[in-house]
Nanobody, 124 residues
């Protein structure tokens, strides 16, 4: 089970750090991703970090602004968000997958453990 937190209301240009804590002792076996649901859009890929080598991948619209990281000892995956824009407003979800491969990282159907989401609101 995943629990995401850290969302809030901030002004454009501000930073937020989202975290997602997993229960159980199998966290290290999962590649972890962040997705978001923005108003009027379908859930979209934000970032992922692989379980084995820790490699990270980002959606183009967050490159250079967001950073995903994980701490297996704390069963936590985080998303540091800098330079927030109004269009980053939405509900952010963390999700895990034990079988993720490069061709599937952006497809939410390949993640099967989802947290409840945390709301990020960026005012312009």
């Amino acid at each position: 089970q995943l629990q995401a937190y850290g969302g809030g209301l901030v002004q454009a240009g501000a930073s937020l750090r989202l975290s997602c804590v997993a229960s159980g002792d199998t966290f290290s076996r999962y590649s972890m991703g962040w997705f978001r649901q923005t108003p009027g859009k379908e859930r979209e890929f934000v970032a992922t970090i692989f379980k084995n080598n820790g490699r990270t991948y980002y959606a183009d619209f967050v490159k250079g602004r967001f950073a995903i990281s994980r701490d297996n000892a704390k069963n936590t995956v985080s998303l540091q968000m800098n330079g927030l824009k109004a269009e980053d407003t939405g509900v952010y979800f963390c999700a895990g997958s034990s079988s993720l491969i490069m061709s599937t990282i952006r497809d939410s159907r390949y993640y099967y453990n989802w947290g409840q989401g945390t709301l990020v609101t960026v005012s312009s």
